[in-house]
């Protein structure tokens, strides 16, 4: 064999070897999609159902964590709980008292003490958080009904939170925790369990928290054990952009 046919055949081999590379990426490829349910606020004298905050936390990961940042002044949308959850447990075991100071937050650590300023009336509570939620865009803690009474707040308000406790100056760190993404809430416990198994062969571990609203019992879908909360969010975004949700929450599992 000449070196003329020496070459062709080593370029032959090399063609072959990088489009047997590209198939097998291509068949690694796939997407699925998600629902998610919303519950609008409603104003009333009484505490109206919210959008789905319960939820029971997740057991600690085998390797601490790296410590988070806490973060003073986040500004959002308030709501506020009470009936039908009044003696019901909260995400951190206890029985909700809807006439308690206590709130729930996505992310902040349970009995973190937290004063919520209302941007619209001035007026301020403080708080203890003892529950996850709320599961609504835009909103950033769901206070008890107490508190919100006592903020003068009859249904939603603009409000900014100021972290009280732990008592670490600003750039300290907070407690390390564990966070998953949440994707999505079904009343159909079949649909919940599709979801899951799409899902979990790219990103898992999933999970299913069962949540009883009161009206209806809610599936929800939530995704990966991250070490921190930017972790989290940064698998929040490949699902959404896998077109496995539209809309995501990162929530603190411990």
Same mark, same amino acid.
């Given at each position: 064999?000449?070196? +003329?046919?020496? +070459? ?7 063609w ?38 319960? +939820? ?6 085998s390797?601490?964590?790296?410590p988070?940042?806490?973060v003073q ?20 075991? *206890?029985?909700?008292? /809807?006439?308690? /100071? ?42 008890? %009904? ?6 003068? /707040? ?25 966070f998953?993404?949440?994707?999505? +809430? ?15 062969q ?26 921190? *909360? ?18 995501? %929450? ?5």
């Open positions: 064999m000449t070196p +003329a046919d020496i +070459a062709l055949s080593r370029r032959k081999r090399a072959a070897a990088l489009a047997l590379g590209l198939a097998v990426w291509a068949a690694l490829a796939a997407t699925g999609c998600a629902h998610r349910t919303r519950h609008p606020a409603t104003v009333s004298r009484r505490p109206p159902p919210p959008a789905p905050t319960r +939820a029971e936390p997740g057991p600690a990961p390797r601490a964590p790296a988070g940042p806490i002044g986040e500004t959002g949308i308030a709501s506020w709980y009470g009936h039908p959850y009044h003696g019901r447990k909260t995400a951190n075991g *206890e029985t909700y008292n /809807m006439y308690e /100071m206590t709130a729930a937050h996505r992310t902040l650590p349970f009995n973190t003490q937290v004063r919520v300023h209302d941007l619209e009336n001035g007026r301020d509570v403080t708080v203890r958080i003892n529950d996850r939620g709320p599961f609504v865009e835009g909103r950033i803690i769901d206070l008890s %009904f107490a508190s919100a009474q006592a903020m003068g /707040m009859p249904s939603t308000a603009l409000v900014r939170l100021e972290i009280l406790a732990p008592a670490s100056p600003m750039g300290a760190s907070i407690e390390p925790g564990v998953a993404v949440q994707v999505g +809430a079904f009343q159909d416990r079949q649909n919940a369990e599709r979801l899951r198994s799409s899902i979990e790219r990103y898992g571990p999933v999970t299913i928290q069962t949540f009883d609203r009161g009206d209806a019992v809610f599936y929800r879908i939530r995704v990966g054990r991250e070490n921190s *909360e930017d972790a989290a969010r940064a698998l929040a975004q490949k699902l959404v952009q896998a077109g496995f949700a539209i809309q995501t %929450f990162v929530v603190r599992l411990d």
